[in-house]
Protein backbone atom coordinates (compact mmCIF):
# COMPACT_ATOMS: atom_id res chain seq x y z
CA UNK A 1 0.00 0.00 0.00
CA UNK A 2 3.19 2.13 0.78
CA UNK A 3 4.41 1.23 -2.58
CA UNK A 4 1.14 2.65 -4.54
CA UNK A 5 0.93 5.97 -2.40
CA UNK A 6 4.88 6.70 -3.10
CA UNK A 7 3.90 5.91 -6.75
CA UNK A 8 1.26 8.14 -7.08
CA UNK A 9 2.81 11.24 -5.58
CA UNK A 10 5.74 10.49 -7.95
CA UNK A 11 3.23 10.82 -11.05
CA UNK A 12 1.20 13.77 -9.34
CA UNK A 13 4.80 15.09 -9.24
CA UNK A 14 5.49 14.91 -12.72
CA UNK A 15 2.35 15.93 -14.05
CA UNK A 16 2.62 19.48 -11.92
CA UNK A 17 5.93 19.64 -13.68
CA UNK A 18 4.63 19.26 -17.12
CA UNK A 19 1.64 21.52 -16.32
CA UNK A 20 4.28 24.04 -15.18
CA UNK A 21 6.22 23.83 -18.36
CA UNK A 22 2.96 23.83 -20.49
CA UNK A 23 2.05 27.19 -19.09
CA UNK A 24 5.63 28.67 -19.30
CA UNK A 25 6.15 27.92 -22.51
CA UNK A 26 2.08 29.19 -23.70
CA UNK A 27 3.58 32.58 -21.64
CA UNK A 28 6.82 32.55 -23.22
CA UNK A 29 5.07 32.19 -26.87
CA UNK A 30 2.12 35.36 -25.87
CA UNK A 31 5.65 37.46 -24.71
CA UNK A 32 6.95 36.50 -27.74
CA UNK A 33 4.28 38.01 -30.26
CA UNK A 34 3.83 40.96 -27.88
CA UNK A 35 7.44 41.64 -28.49
CA UNK A 36 7.13 40.93 -32.55
CA UNK A 37 3.98 43.09 -32.44
CA UNK A 38 5.94 46.27 -30.49
CA UNK A 39 8.78 45.60 -32.63
CA UNK A 40 6.77 45.83 -35.40
CA UNK A 41 5.24 48.89 -34.39
CA UNK A 42 7.91 50.52 -33.34
CA UNK A 43 9.29 49.72 -36.80
CA UNK A 44 6.48 51.07 -38.51
CA UNK A 45 6.60 54.08 -35.90
CA UNK A 46 10.28 54.76 -37.34
CA UNK A 47 9.41 54.34 -40.80
CA UNK A 48 7.13 56.77 -40.40
CA UNK A 49 9.03 59.53 -38.47
CA UNK A 50 10.81 62.50 -40.47
CA UNK A 51 14.09 61.50 -41.21
CA UNK A 52 15.21 64.98 -39.72
CA UNK A 53 12.66 65.23 -36.55
CA UNK A 54 15.53 64.78 -34.01
CA UNK A 55 17.70 67.03 -35.56
CA UNK A 56 19.33 70.35 -33.37
CA UNK A 57 17.97 73.69 -34.32
CA UNK A 58 18.30 77.37 -33.78
CA UNK A 59 15.49 79.77 -33.37
CA UNK A 60 12.78 81.86 -35.28
CA UNK A 61 15.54 85.20 -34.44
CA UNK A 62 18.57 83.74 -35.24
CA UNK A 63 16.84 82.58 -38.91
CA UNK A 64 16.06 86.28 -39.34
CA UNK A 65 19.04 88.19 -37.71
CA UNK A 66 21.65 85.59 -40.08
CA UNK A 67 23.49 84.44 -36.99
CA UNK A 68 22.92 80.01 -37.70
CA UNK A 69 25.76 78.13 -38.51
CA UNK A 70 25.72 76.86 -41.74
CA UNK A 71 24.60 73.26 -40.20
CA UNK A 72 21.98 74.55 -37.76
CA UNK A 73 20.45 76.59 -40.65
CA UNK A 74 19.81 73.71 -42.83
CA UNK A 75 18.62 71.63 -39.36
CA UNK A 76 16.29 74.48 -38.96
CA UNK A 77 14.87 74.87 -42.40
CA UNK A 78 14.02 71.96 -43.01
CA UNK A 79 12.21 71.50 -39.22
CA UNK A 80 10.64 74.97 -39.04
CA UNK A 81 7.22 73.72 -37.93
CA UNK A 82 9.07 72.87 -34.48
CA UNK A 83 9.54 76.60 -34.64
CA UNK A 84 6.01 77.48 -33.81
CA UNK A 85 2.26 75.89 -33.66
CA UNK A 86 1.25 74.78 -37.16
CA UNK A 87 -1.31 73.21 -39.51
CA UNK A 88 -0.24 70.18 -41.16
CA UNK A 89 -1.94 69.84 -45.14
CA UNK A 90 -2.74 66.40 -45.79
CA UNK A 91 -1.34 64.52 -48.88
CA UNK A 92 -3.43 63.51 -51.47
CA UNK A 93 -4.80 60.04 -51.79
CA UNK A 94 -4.18 59.85 -55.29
CA UNK A 95 -0.27 61.73 -56.01
CA UNK A 96 0.23 63.14 -59.25
CA UNK A 97 2.94 61.40 -61.10
CA UNK A 98 6.08 63.16 -62.29
CA UNK A 99 8.15 60.53 -64.49
CA UNK A 100 11.59 61.09 -65.03
CA UNK A 101 12.31 62.00 -68.37
CA UNK A 102 14.33 60.11 -70.93
CA UNK A 103 17.07 62.25 -71.41
CA UNK A 104 18.08 64.24 -68.02
CA UNK A 105 19.58 67.64 -67.86
CA UNK A 106 22.94 66.83 -66.57
CA UNK A 107 25.42 69.29 -67.46
CA UNK A 108 25.08 73.79 -67.82
CA UNK A 109 27.36 76.56 -68.18
CA UNK A 110 26.18 79.72 -68.95
CA UNK A 111 27.12 83.02 -68.31
CA UNK A 112 26.57 85.68 -65.54
CA UNK A 113 28.09 88.80 -65.58
CA UNK A 114 30.43 88.18 -67.72
CA UNK A 115 31.81 84.88 -66.05
CA UNK A 116 30.80 81.29 -67.21
CA UNK A 117 29.51 79.43 -64.23
CA UNK A 118 28.79 75.39 -64.17
CA UNK A 119 25.73 73.34 -62.79
CA UNK A 120 27.66 72.29 -59.78
CA UNK A 121 29.83 75.64 -59.16
CA UNK A 122 25.54 77.58 -59.17
CA UNK A 123 24.66 74.78 -56.33
CA UNK A 124 27.89 75.35 -54.20
CA UNK A 125 28.25 78.88 -54.80
CA UNK A 126 24.66 80.01 -54.25
CA UNK A 127 24.47 77.09 -51.11
CA UNK A 128 21.38 74.96 -53.35
CA UNK A 129 19.47 72.65 -50.37
CA UNK A 130 17.56 71.49 -53.17
CA UNK A 131 16.59 71.79 -56.72
CA UNK A 132 14.17 70.19 -59.49
CA UNK A 133 13.63 71.08 -63.01
CA UNK A 134 10.67 70.18 -64.72
CA UNK A 135 10.02 70.59 -68.39
CA UNK A 136 6.43 69.31 -69.95
CA UNK A 137 5.44 67.89 -66.57
CA UNK A 138 8.92 65.41 -66.42
CA UNK A 139 11.75 65.31 -64.30
CA UNK A 140 14.75 67.03 -66.01
CA UNK A 141 16.70 67.08 -62.47
CA UNK A 142 15.93 66.37 -59.24
CA UNK A 143 18.91 66.57 -56.84
CA UNK A 144 19.04 66.91 -53.14
CA UNK A 145 21.98 68.04 -51.29
CA UNK A 146 23.18 68.13 -47.51
CA UNK A 147 21.17 65.32 -46.45
CA UNK A 148 18.35 66.59 -47.77
CA UNK A 149 15.90 63.76 -49.70
CA UNK A 150 12.87 63.25 -51.38
CA UNK A 151 10.78 62.77 -47.89
CA UNK A 152 12.43 66.31 -47.08
CA UNK A 153 9.99 69.21 -46.06
CA UNK A 154 11.77 72.69 -46.73
CA UNK A 155 10.87 76.25 -45.54
CA UNK A 156 9.00 78.01 -47.98
CA UNK A 157 10.18 81.81 -46.71
CA UNK A 158 8.31 84.04 -49.14
CA UNK A 159 7.01 81.66 -51.53
CA UNK A 160 4.05 81.57 -48.95
CA UNK A 161 2.66 84.82 -49.94
CA UNK A 162 2.42 83.21 -53.76
CA UNK A 163 0.27 80.29 -52.18
CA UNK A 164 -2.17 83.32 -50.00
CA UNK A 165 -2.41 84.75 -53.27
CA UNK A 166 -3.10 82.01 -55.28
CA UNK A 167 -5.73 80.75 -52.72
CA UNK A 168 -7.69 84.43 -53.02
CA UNK A 169 -7.78 83.46 -56.19
CA UNK A 170 -9.91 80.15 -55.73
CA UNK A 171 -11.86 82.15 -52.98
CA UNK A 172 -12.99 84.57 -55.56
CA UNK A 173 -13.79 81.63 -58.25
CA UNK A 174 -16.01 80.67 -55.39
CA UNK A 175 -17.74 83.63 -54.68
CA UNK A 176 -16.29 83.79 -51.18
CA UNK A 177 -14.94 86.93 -52.63
CA UNK A 178 -17.02 89.07 -53.99
CA UNK A 179 -14.60 91.19 -56.22
CA UNK A 180 -10.82 91.93 -56.36
CA UNK A 181 -11.74 95.35 -55.95
CA UNK A 182 -14.05 94.83 -52.33
CA UNK A 183 -12.66 96.93 -49.45
CA UNK A 184 -10.52 95.01 -46.90
CA UNK A 185 -12.78 96.29 -44.28
CA UNK A 186 -15.69 93.91 -45.87
CA UNK A 187 -13.85 90.69 -44.49
CA UNK A 188 -11.86 92.46 -41.31
CA UNK A 189 -14.32 94.89 -39.52
CA UNK A 190 -11.82 95.46 -36.77
CA UNK A 191 -9.97 97.37 -39.21
CA UNK A 192 -12.69 100.15 -39.75
CA UNK A 193 -11.25 102.98 -37.07
CA UNK A 194 -7.13 101.79 -38.82
CA UNK A 195 -5.48 103.38 -42.61
CA UNK A 196 -6.96 100.57 -44.05
CA UNK A 197 -10.36 102.06 -44.41
CA UNK A 198 -9.91 102.94 -48.44
CA UNK A 199 -7.82 99.66 -49.21
CA UNK A 200 -8.79 96.96 -51.64
CA UNK A 201 -7.88 93.65 -52.05
CA UNK A 202 -6.15 94.02 -55.16
CA UNK A 203 -4.16 97.20 -53.17
CA UNK A 204 -3.17 94.55 -50.56
CA UNK A 205 -2.02 91.74 -53.12
CA UNK A 206 -0.40 94.53 -55.43
CA UNK A 207 1.40 95.51 -52.14
CA UNK A 208 0.26 99.31 -52.59
CA UNK A 209 -1.90 99.84 -50.09
CA UNK A 210 0.03 102.81 -48.97
CA UNK A 211 0.49 102.32 -45.45
CA UNK A 212 4.45 103.15 -43.95
CA UNK A 213 6.29 100.11 -43.55
CA UNK A 214 9.95 99.11 -43.35
CA UNK A 215 10.94 95.51 -44.44
CA UNK A 216 14.40 95.42 -43.01
CA UNK A 217 14.24 91.80 -41.86
CA UNK A 218 17.36 92.04 -39.19
CA UNK A 219 16.71 95.48 -37.97
CA UNK A 220 15.00 94.83 -34.55
CA UNK A 221 13.22 98.25 -34.92
CA UNK A 222 11.77 97.54 -38.38
CA UNK A 223 7.79 96.69 -38.93
CA UNK A 224 8.97 93.47 -40.10
CA UNK A 225 10.44 92.60 -36.87
CA UNK A 226 7.65 94.08 -35.16
CA UNK A 227 5.46 91.62 -36.66
CA UNK A 228 7.92 88.80 -36.19
CA UNK A 229 7.79 89.45 -32.37
CA UNK A 230 3.72 89.43 -32.48
CA UNK A 231 3.61 85.85 -33.90
CA UNK A 232 6.46 84.71 -31.19
CA UNK A 233 4.61 86.27 -28.45
CA UNK A 234 1.78 84.05 -30.11
CA UNK A 235 -1.34 85.93 -28.60
CA UNK A 236 -4.33 85.71 -30.79
CA UNK A 237 -5.24 88.77 -32.55
CA UNK A 238 -1.36 90.09 -31.93
CA UNK A 239 -0.23 90.54 -35.65
CA UNK A 240 -3.69 92.37 -37.14
CA UNK A 241 -2.72 95.04 -33.92
CA UNK A 242 0.71 95.50 -35.49
CA UNK A 243 -1.40 96.53 -38.77
CA UNK A 244 -4.01 98.61 -37.38
CA UNK A 245 -0.93 100.72 -35.52
CA UNK A 246 0.64 101.31 -38.85
CA UNK A 247 0.03 105.27 -40.69
CA UNK A 248 -0.58 106.14 -44.05
CA UNK A 249 2.48 106.98 -46.33
CA UNK A 250 0.54 107.51 -49.21
CA UNK A 251 -2.92 107.08 -51.35
CA UNK A 252 -3.99 103.28 -51.38
CA UNK A 253 -3.01 102.25 -55.20
CA UNK A 254 -0.72 104.47 -55.63
CA UNK A 255 2.75 103.35 -54.39
CA UNK A 256 4.35 99.91 -54.40
CA UNK A 257 6.13 99.03 -51.17
CA UNK A 258 7.13 95.70 -50.28
CA UNK A 259 5.51 94.54 -47.08
CA UNK A 260 5.19 91.01 -45.51
CA UNK A 261 2.61 93.10 -43.23
CA UNK A 262 0.12 92.96 -46.33
CA UNK A 263 0.22 89.41 -46.71
CA UNK A 264 -0.83 88.95 -43.24
CA UNK A 265 -4.27 91.23 -44.05
CA UNK A 266 -4.27 88.93 -47.16
CA UNK A 267 -4.27 85.81 -45.22
CA UNK A 268 -6.91 87.48 -42.55
CA UNK A 269 -9.49 88.63 -44.69
CA UNK A 270 -9.40 85.19 -46.49
CA UNK A 271 -9.63 83.06 -43.84
CA UNK A 272 -12.70 85.16 -42.56
CA UNK A 273 -14.58 84.82 -45.73
CA UNK A 274 -13.71 81.20 -46.35
CA UNK A 275 -14.58 80.26 -42.97
CA UNK A 276 -12.43 78.03 -42.25
CA UNK A 277 -8.14 77.97 -42.00
CA UNK A 278 -5.47 78.62 -45.42
CA UNK A 279 -4.51 75.13 -44.25
CA UNK A 280 -7.84 73.33 -44.92
CA UNK A 281 -8.84 75.41 -47.88
CA UNK A 282 -5.41 74.46 -49.70
CA UNK A 283 -5.82 70.99 -48.75
CA UNK A 284 -9.52 71.20 -50.50
CA UNK A 285 -9.20 73.00 -53.22
CA UNK A 286 -5.62 72.30 -54.68
CA UNK A 287 -3.33 70.18 -52.37
CA UNK A 288 -6.08 66.89 -52.24
CA UNK A 289 -7.43 67.43 -55.82
CA UNK A 290 -3.91 67.80 -58.25
CA UNK A 291 -2.32 65.07 -56.37
CA UNK A 292 0.35 65.99 -53.81
CA UNK A 293 2.24 63.20 -52.41
CA UNK A 294 3.02 64.20 -48.85
CA UNK A 295 1.73 66.09 -46.03
CA UNK A 296 2.81 69.78 -45.80
CA UNK A 297 2.94 72.53 -43.13
CA UNK A 298 2.01 75.78 -42.25
CA UNK A 299 2.62 78.26 -39.28
CA UNK A 300 0.05 80.22 -37.13
CA UNK A 301 -0.21 83.25 -35.29
CA UNK A 302 -1.42 81.57 -32.44
CA UNK A 303 -2.19 78.13 -31.39
CA UNK A 304 -5.50 77.90 -33.29
CA UNK A 305 -4.93 81.13 -35.46
CA UNK A 306 -4.79 82.09 -38.66
CA UNK A 307 -1.88 80.90 -41.25
CA UNK A 308 0.77 83.24 -41.51
CA UNK A 309 0.40 84.71 -45.31
CA UNK A 310 3.90 85.34 -45.87
CA UNK A 311 5.94 82.81 -44.79
CA UNK A 312 6.20 79.41 -42.82
CA UNK A 313 4.78 77.23 -45.43
CA UNK A 314 7.06 73.98 -45.40
CA UNK A 315 6.63 71.42 -48.73
CA UNK A 316 8.86 68.76 -50.32
CA UNK A 317 10.32 69.64 -53.56
CA UNK A 318 8.37 67.88 -55.59
CA UNK A 319 5.41 69.53 -54.08
CA UNK A 320 6.77 72.42 -54.71
CA UNK A 321 6.80 71.47 -58.36
CA UNK A 322 3.56 70.75 -58.36
CA UNK A 323 2.50 73.77 -57.41
CA UNK A 324 3.98 75.02 -60.15
CA UNK A 325 2.91 72.79 -62.45
CA UNK A 326 -1.01 73.86 -61.05
CA UNK A 327 -0.29 76.87 -61.95
CA UNK A 328 1.11 76.04 -65.32
CA UNK A 329 -2.39 74.60 -66.06
CA UNK A 330 -4.43 77.50 -65.33
CA UNK A 331 -5.22 76.31 -61.95
CA UNK A 332 -6.99 73.02 -63.11
CA UNK A 333 -7.62 70.27 -60.76
CA UNK A 334 -9.34 67.01 -60.76
CA UNK A 335 -11.09 68.39 -64.01
CA UNK A 336 -12.07 71.33 -62.15
CA UNK A 337 -10.82 75.16 -62.59
CA UNK A 338 -9.81 76.17 -59.23
CA UNK A 339 -8.86 79.62 -60.12
CA UNK A 340 -10.61 82.48 -62.46
CA UNK A 341 -10.44 82.59 -65.93
CA UNK A 342 -6.76 84.12 -66.99
CA UNK A 343 -6.13 84.46 -62.76
CA UNK A 344 -2.44 82.83 -63.34
CA UNK A 345 -1.63 85.20 -66.16
CA UNK A 346 -2.55 88.36 -63.83
CA UNK A 347 -1.09 86.94 -60.89
CA UNK A 348 2.12 86.74 -62.97
CA UNK A 349 2.21 89.98 -64.78
CA UNK A 350 3.25 93.51 -64.18
CA UNK A 351 0.33 95.45 -62.77
CA UNK A 352 -0.56 98.95 -63.15
CA UNK A 353 -1.78 100.83 -59.92
CA UNK A 354 -4.53 103.41 -59.68
CA UNK A 355 -2.95 106.22 -61.13
CA UNK A 356 -1.37 104.66 -64.31
CA UNK A 357 1.76 103.30 -63.00
CA UNK A 358 3.04 100.13 -64.05
CA UNK A 359 4.97 98.09 -61.17
CA UNK A 360 7.25 95.46 -61.34
CA UNK A 361 4.74 93.34 -59.48
CA UNK A 362 1.92 90.66 -59.90
CA UNK A 363 -0.50 90.12 -57.17
CA UNK A 364 2.33 88.48 -54.88
CA UNK A 365 4.17 86.80 -57.50
CA UNK A 366 7.56 88.59 -59.66
CA UNK A 367 7.54 89.08 -63.14
CA UNK A 368 10.85 88.58 -64.23
CA UNK A 369 12.35 91.04 -65.18
CA UNK A 370 13.80 90.79 -68.83
CA UNK A 371 12.86 90.86 -72.52
CA UNK A 372 13.17 87.35 -72.34
CA UNK A 373 10.53 86.87 -69.40
CA UNK A 374 8.36 89.10 -70.54
CA UNK A 375 8.57 87.28 -74.08
CA UNK A 376 7.67 84.32 -72.10
CA UNK A 377 5.29 84.92 -69.53
CA UNK A 378 7.67 83.62 -66.63
CA UNK A 379 7.40 84.85 -63.00
CA UNK A 380 8.65 83.67 -59.75
CA UNK A 381 7.79 83.37 -56.08
CA UNK A 382 11.02 84.23 -54.11
CA UNK A 383 11.83 83.62 -50.43
CA UNK A 384 15.11 85.09 -48.59
CA UNK A 385 18.02 82.83 -48.04
CA UNK A 386 17.13 81.39 -51.88
CA UNK A 387 14.25 80.42 -52.16
CA UNK A 388 12.77 80.39 -55.40
CA UNK A 389 9.70 78.51 -57.52
CA UNK A 390 10.30 79.98 -60.96
CA UNK A 391 7.32 79.36 -63.89
CA UNK A 392 7.82 79.64 -67.83
CA UNK A 393 4.40 79.18 -69.55
CA UNK A 394 6.03 79.87 -72.70
CA UNK A 395 8.13 76.79 -72.15
CA UNK A 396 6.80 74.63 -69.58
CA UNK A 397 8.88 74.65 -67.37
CA UNK A 398 9.11 74.79 -63.73
CA UNK A 399 12.19 75.43 -61.21
CA UNK A 400 12.63 74.80 -57.96
CA UNK A 401 15.56 75.97 -55.37
CA UNK A 402 16.08 75.53 -51.99
CA UNK A 403 18.26 78.09 -50.55
CA UNK A 404 20.24 77.04 -47.09
CA UNK A 405 21.83 80.80 -47.22
CA UNK A 406 22.80 81.78 -43.46
CA UNK A 407 22.09 85.23 -44.43
CA UNK A 408 18.54 86.63 -45.26
CA UNK A 409 19.60 88.53 -48.35
CA UNK A 410 22.82 89.26 -50.23
CA UNK A 411 24.06 85.85 -49.98
CA UNK A 412 23.85 84.48 -53.48
CA UNK A 413 26.87 84.44 -55.56
CA UNK A 414 25.71 83.59 -59.01
CA UNK A 415 22.02 85.52 -60.50
CA UNK A 416 19.48 82.76 -60.05
CA UNK A 417 17.56 84.35 -62.68
CA UNK A 418 20.59 83.88 -65.29
CA UNK A 419 20.66 80.38 -63.88
CA UNK A 420 16.45 79.54 -64.92
CA UNK A 421 16.98 81.62 -68.13
CA UNK A 422 19.96 79.85 -69.44
CA UNK A 423 17.87 76.16 -68.07
CA UNK A 424 15.42 77.69 -70.15
CA UNK A 425 17.38 78.31 -73.27
CA UNK A 426 18.86 74.60 -73.03
CA UNK A 427 16.14 72.62 -72.73
CA UNK A 428 14.32 74.32 -75.52
CA UNK A 429 16.96 73.69 -77.54
CA UNK A 430 17.39 70.32 -76.28
CA UNK A 431 13.33 70.10 -77.60
CA UNK A 432 13.88 71.47 -80.94
CA UNK A 433 16.76 68.97 -81.58
CA UNK A 434 15.13 66.06 -81.08
Not at 126 to 132: S, T
Not at 200 to 214: A, E, H, I, Y
Request: with cysteine; aromatic share 10%.
Amino acid sequence: MTHIRHLLIFLNLNLLVLVSLENALAQAQVQSRVQEQTQKSSSAQHKNMYPHAMEAIGSVREIYDGKLSPAIAVNTFRNIDRLFPSNRIVKSVKPKALPVAAKQLSQLYFNDRGQKISLDQYLEWNQVAGLLILKDGQIQLEKYRYGNSAQTRWMSMSIAKSITSTLIGAAIKQGKIRHIDDPVIKYIPELKESAYQQVTVRDVLTMSSGLRWNEAYTDPRSDRRKLLEAQIAQVPGSAMRVMASLSQASVPGSRFNYSTGETQIAAQLLCNAIGMPLSAYLQERIWSKYGMEADATWWLDSPNGVEIGGSGFSATLRDYGRFGLFMLGGGLAAKELILPTAWTYEAGTPKRLRQGDFIPYGYLWWPVNSQQGFQDGAYTAVGIHGQYLYLNPRNNLVIVVWGAQVKPTGSAVVDDQAFFAAVSAQLAENKLTK
